[in-house]
């Protein structure tokens, strides 16, 4: 696996990898977040409790789901970095995480607008929503201790650290605050045996999710692939590229200059 | 003499001349907690049951105050470097280094926790686990804030980014050490609540310095 996996570390080969793997990922994304969104608001039966409302169901829980599942691909990414010394690991990691906090962002505010009409009220200090927000503080110290660096490998070293402590604390801060108060509504999918969710309105969540991922993952691919080339701007690989996009781009718009 | 134990008493000497700057983080301890009954009354049951979340919450603000001050003198004057180049394990290091903090300028904060136990009428078996949650939770605060401290050192500008690292990181521990004394003060049991803290406080121990080791190493590049 170390002889396949090696090669990526040099920032060049991510850079490709990213290439042939972004249209994929942008193109099935799109496709699945259309046809899953639609299928869950539009066509999916209503709620018998909870009528329309419950839509909402289909851009949060992907949000919430995948809220946390960023934050560990981040420490996964930073355990690389910091113990193989793979420079391109934390150019992931710097890569993932706006794109995590963007969803737990999300996840928060559809939270507040379906808490309002089943809850009567915008915020509850509820314990996941607590630890969302908590979750978002975390993603925002991370990506701010890597800004204040000025050398970017020192600051996605020290960022690194600080996902690592995240990582450890956030099982602890989420039985902590599970402890301190709850209202959520309990898991809808997970539960031992069946799931509580008819399978009408299951399909399309189900198809929400996956293309939740695929679209973050295309994002992040872009970022990654933008992060590799801002670190690596001197670099010869580099301006072999940007020359070669300028002579493909020439013929086509020759009046607008962006090379 | 072994050159951890004279670490340890070059911080203290260094400590006690210092004596003013000391001062302030246990000045702001006591301002803020003061702000309180001015903010909302004075009334007596109501600061009773604000009174053990008020003093957490001040011993947290006043100890990322503190801890600033850690390991910035030692960078600035280029002893951190020394420090890492001797053959004494970095890790042993940190852990003074913290542990000399602690002495220094967070035991202060928690003698001063009676007088203020009586500002915010805590009554005295409130004021027993409250001070067990002190004595349990404020080591956690400095070793945990300890690495946040070593990656920002060279930065010049921690404040801010430091109370935004660690704050999330210390949620737990407030949320523990706030519902043991709320426990007290119904005249319940609190030791699972001070496990956990312990329990805490044992993991970031044993992790922690390593942990620290490593941020100075980056921020010493």
Not at chain 1, 126 to 142: E, H, K, N, P
Not at chain 2, 19 to 33: D, G, K, W, Y
Not at chain 2, 213 to 220: C, F, R
């Amino acid at each position: 696996m170390w002889k396949w996996l090696h090669p990526y570390a040099k920032p060049e080969r991510s850079y490709q990898l990213c290439q042939t793997l972004l249209p994929w990922f942008a193109v099935l994304g799109g496709l699945s977040l259309f046809v899953g969104t639609m299928w869950g608001l539009a066509f999916a039966p209503a709620d018998y409790q909870q009528g329309d409302a419950f839509r909402i169901i289909y851009i949060h829980v992907p949000s919430a789901i995948l809220s946390k599942s960023l934050y560990c691909t981040m420490a996964i990414a930073a355990f690389v970095g910091l113990v193989w010394q793979v420079k391109t690991a934390f150019m992931a990691m710097v890569a993932v995480a706006p794109v995590g906090a963007m969803v737990t962002f999300v996840s928060l505010i559809t939270g507040a607008a379906w808490g309002k009409p089943m809850w009567g009220t915008w915020w509850e200090w509820d314990a996941r929503m607590t630890s969302q927000l908590i979750l978002l503080f975390l993603f925002v110290g991370v990506m701010s201790l890597y800004k204040s660096f000025e050398d970017a490998q020192q600051g996605g070293k020290a960022a690194g650290v600080m996902a690592m402590v995240g990582i450890i604390n956030l099982p602890i801060i989420h039985y902590s605050v599970e402890w301190w108060n709850s209202l959520h509504q309990g898991a809808t999918i997970l539960k031992m045996g069946k799931p509580s969710m008819a399978p009408d309105m299951l399909w399309p969540l189900l198809l929400c999710i996956v293309s939740w991922v695929l679209v973050s993952s295309a994002i992040f691919l872009l970022r990654l692939q933008n992060e590799i080339v801002r670190r690596e701007i001197k670099r010869p690989w580099v301006v072999e590229l940007a020359l070669q996009n300028s002579k493909q781009q020439a013929p086509n718009n020759m009046s607008t200059d962006r090379g | 003499m072994s050159p951890i134990i004279a670490l340890f008493k070059r911080d203290l000497i260094l400590a006690y001349h210092n004596r003013a700057e000391l001062m302030q983080p246990m000045m702001f301890f006591m301002l803020v907690i003061s702000l309180f009954p001015l903010a909302v009354g004075p009334n007596a049951a109501t600061l009773k049951i604000i009174g053990p979340g008020v003093i957490w919450v001040a011993a947290i603000l006043s100890s990322l105050l503190g801890l600033e001050r850690l390991f910035r003198d030692d960078f600035q004057d280029g002893s951190l470097e020394q420090m890492i180049l001797s053959t004494t394990p970095l890790p042993a290091i940190a852990l003074v280094k913290v542990a000399t903090h602690w002495l220094t300028s967070i035991l202060p904060l928690i003698c001063l926790s009676p007088l203020l136990a009586v500002f915010l009428h805590l009554n005295e078996a409130m004021y027993w686990a409250l001070l067990v949650t002190l004595l349990l939770g404020t080591p956690l605060l400095s070793l945990i804030g300890a690495i946040a401290v070593a990656l920002t050192v060279g930065l010049n500008r921690g404040g801010v980014l430091l109370a935004l690292l660690l704050v999330p990181i210390f949620i737990p521990l407030l949320i523990f050490a706030t519902s043991a004394v709320d426990a007290a003060a119904m005249e319940l049991p609190y030791t699972a609540q001070l496990a956990f803290i312990a329990a805490m406080l044992l993991f970031a121990f044993a992790l922690a310095p390593f942990a620290i080791a490593y941020a100075l190493k980056v921020s010493q590049n």
